[in-house]
């Protein structure tokens, strides 16, 4: 029964620390994504403003 506890709390910090990375690195992620759709969102009505044509959709599938 030993055994297994000390195995436990072996590992218990590596998951921790492991599950506190995953968190943070998805919320940077999405931070991200969301400031990238906010700023087309508004390049769009300011091209809009001034009577330009919609931009390219995005320079990497222009690419492709």
């Given at each position: 029964?030993?055994?297994?506890?000390?195995?436990?709390?072996?590992?218990?910090?590596?998951?921790?620390?492991?599950?506190?990375?995953?968190?943070?690195?998805?919320?940077?992620?999405?931070?991200?994504?969301?400031?990238?759709?906010?700023?087309?969102?508004?390049?769009a009505e300011e091209?809009?403003?001034?009577?330009?044509?919609?931009?390219a959709s995005s320079?990497?599938?222009?690419?492709?």
């Open positions: 029964m030993d055994y297994w506890v000390a195995a436990f709390w072996t590992i218990l910090p590596t998951l921790v620390v492991s599950a506190i990375f995953f968190f943070v690195l998805r919320s940077v992620i999405r931070a991200d994504r969301n400031e990238r759709r906010e700023y087309a969102r508004i390049d091209r809009a403003k001034r009577g330009l044509p919609p931009a320079p990497a599938s222009a690419d492709r």
